[in-house]
């Protein structure tokens, strides 16, 4: 059964890091590019970064471009998210996904499997 698994999520002031972990179980995950997106509340599901099958393309929402960096082992089976320079505005719930096509996009149907998320939040 294919699973994801987010963790490294917290409460964090203003300026700190966190680092995201997702481990992925059930899928050969180098065939797929992974990507991070994050819910707010009241907003919609937006896409974060993702990166590709090797790792070697990498894409950023212009929102964390410079503050957060996407990688992944392939021989651990996970994907992460260092996050620096946090904001407020960073508050939300962070999912991992992982897309077999493999087009880099940020949208979200473009995505079959989703873990269950975790939360940040940023204090000011």
């Known amino acids: 059964q294919e699973q994801l698994a987010e963790s490294g999520g917290g409460l964090v002031q203003a300026g700190g890091s966190l680092r995201l972990s997702c481990e992925v179980s059930?899928?050969?995950?180098?065939?797929?590019?992974m990507g991070w997106f994050r819910q707010a509340p009241g907003k919609e599901r937006e896409c974060v970064s993702a990166?590709?099958?090797?790792?070697?393309?990498?894409y950023y929402a212009d929102s964390v471009k410079g503050r957060f960096t996407i990688s992944r082992d392939n021989a651990k089976n996970t994907v992460y998210l260092q996050m620096t320079s946090l904001k407020a505005e960073d508050t939300a719930v962070y999912y991992c996904a992982a897309d077999r096509v493999g087009s880099m996009s940020p949208r979200t149907r473009e995505y079959e499997y989703w873990g269950q998320g975790t939360q940040v939040t940023v204090s000011s």
């Open positions: 059930g899928l050969t995950f180098s065939f797929y590019v």
């Open positions: 990166i590709s099958r090797t790792g070697g393309s990498t």
